[in-house]
């Protein structure tokens, strides 16, 4: 059978392709988060605000990720226009942010809450802007873009048996897949790789990416050992433990399956950094979802599939998560959550190669337009990984 | 559908697909064991008898270590496999420094990667 390749998206002038076309309303601080929010829902739902905790209050590496993950957010491809919402005495450095949109070819301003005269003032403010670019962007017409453009972040959460039987190698098919058509695949959670690292690491395209993806699990074990603690009381989690899974190394060697069965390791990078390789990138982001998707995201990934068997509902401001399950009572108990049920592998009413061409269609279909559950049900999880105290 | 299944030839567990009672006979691949107790959907079944200290093998690659004999046809748990893997509470008891990887090299699956 023949198989899409591409779909309708929007061609960037920095020759990147986005899916969605929003008006990001970047707060530089958790201080001026609720006047982004505010202006972004003015908007709605082609408005997209990045509410988060940081931005002041961090040194050293923390800064530098908080600072290039809004930059990263500024700068990608399903992002249209930029407001950025400042206070005016944080860190994180509003015109900084401002200037990378720019750089990507895109609208952008700048409102700072202290010098526009509060909270009232830079709204309406930001509310006025953020109209005139919904309106520049509603005339920007989609055209057909080529898969090999597509950076797609794998994720699973909330996962059960069914997950490492069903949904994460459909979803790796659908992986391969892509990197055939001259696509990019990236996979995060680096304690959910322990105990399959060697699955990847001899499918590394170099020694280098073999070596990288083994240092960098080594140490997230080694950060694990030295806090003195069994990690088993997340890894697994309780549920996934009712779920049947009962050690990390089960809950890795099924979770990467989704990474594909035969692409190869091409990279392993920083949170959020720029995703650069085709073929599989491993990021190095924490297993807490919502973090984890807002790296890969950062990274470039236009979108997400997501496998879940005990169902879970994160989305993300910018990029469409679709949902998939090979758990049926979870496929009808958490129907509005769900894109896709591929529960028929497991009653094997359906083949693998089957569900992964159904999944693929469905990816395209929604890098074309179609709202994912996540999106219809506004669910826009942010988080920036972070690894210091707030001074 | 199978009542159960084994991923790999490897394995020494299958996952069940549903709900096993004890007495059952349950054949995957060219195995059939006898159900010992209850295993709930989506939990494993020992296709065979697993030593204290073997691995536990599922996909073809241990998933830890038997920390009790287990018997063909028991429930193969938390209470029954122990994780090999970021076990800071097993360093901490044995006073093995940390940030120390108490996992030798030999004992890890490491690959050679692909020149």
């Keep these: ?139 920007v017409e989609r055209v057909w873009c080529r898969a090999s453009s597509l950076i797609l972040s794998v994720k699973c959460g909330g996962s059960d048996y069914t997950s490492g039987l069903a949904s994460n190698p459909v979803v790796g098919r659908v992986a391969d897949r892509v990197v055939d058509m001259g696509g990019a695949v990236v996979l995060g959670e680096i304690a959910e790789i322990m105990g399959a690292e060697h699955l990847l690491a001899d499918r590394a395209a170099s020694h280098e990416a073999a070596t990288r993806l083994l240092r960098v699990v080594s140490r997230v074990e080694a950060e694990a050992i030295a806090l003195g603690l069994d990690i088993r009381g997340t890894q697994p989690s309780p549920g996934n433990m009712r779920g049947g899974l009962t050690t990390i190394e089960e809950k890795s060697l099924g979770a990467t399956h989704k990474a594909g069965e035969r692409t190869r390791l091409e990279d392993v990078v920083a949170y959020s950094a720029p995703i650069t390789s085709k073929g599989l990138t491993v990021m190095d982001t924490p297993g807490l979802d919502v973090e984890s998707v ?8 236009q979108i997400c599939v997501f496998t879940t068997g005990l169902g879970t509902p994160t989305g993300n401001p910018i990029a469409p998560v679709v949902k998939i399950t090979g758990n049926s009572r979870t496929a009808h108990g958490m129907a ?43 669910h826009r999880e942010f988080a920036i990984h972070r690894r210091n105290p707030t001074i | 559908m199978n009542a159960a299944l084994v991923i790999s030839e490897r394995d020494n567990v299958a996952t069940a697909l549903e709900p096993l009672e004890k007495g059952r006979m349950v054949t995957v691949r060219d195995k059939t064991v006898l159900v010992a107790e209850p295993i709930a959907r ?69 690959a050679e990667p692909a020149e």
């Design chain 1, 1 to 139: 059978m023949t198989s899409p390749s591409a779909f309708l998206g929007y061609a960037r002038p920095d020759s990147r392709v986005g899916v969605r076309n929003h008006v990001l309303v970047v707060p530089t601080v958790i201080c001026s988060a609720v006047v982004a929010d505010r202006i972004a829902a003015s908007i709605a739902p082609i408005g997209a605000s990045l509410p988060h905790l940081a931005g002041c209050g961090q040194i050293g590496p923390d800064l530098n990720v908080t600072h290039d993950t809004l930059a990263a957010y500024c700068q990608h491809p399903n992002v249209g226009a930029v407001i950025v919402v400042a206070l005016g005495c944080e860190q994180v450095v509003a015109q900084q942010l401002s200037d990378a949109a720019r750089h990507a070819g895109k609208q952008a301003a700048i409102i700072a809450i202290q010098s526009e005269g509060g909270t009232l003032r830079a709204t309406a403010r930001g509310v006025e802007i953020a109209r005139r670019m919904a309106e520049t962007l509603a005339r």
């Design chain 1, 294 to 301: 807002t790296g890969m995201v950062g990274g470039g990934a």
């Design chain 2, 42 to 110: 989506g939990h494993k079944v020992a296709l065979q008898a697993i030593r204290t200290g073997e691995a536990v093998i599922k996909y073809g690659s241990p998933i830890g270590n038997a920390s009790r004999d287990i018997e063909p046809g028991a429930h193969v748990h938390t209470h029954n496999v122990a994780s090999t893997r970021g076990r800071g509470d097993l360093a901490a008891r044995e006073g093995v420094a940390s940030g120390v990887n108490r996992t030798s090299a030999a004992e890890r699956p490491t």
């Design chain 1, 336 to 378: 509005d959550n769900i894109d896709v049920d591929v529960s028929g592998v497991m009653s094997e009413t359906e083949s693998l190669d089957a569900a992964a061409d159904r999944l693929l269609t469905e990816v395209l279909a929604v890098c074309s337009g179609r709202p994912t559950a996540a999106e219809r049900l506004g």
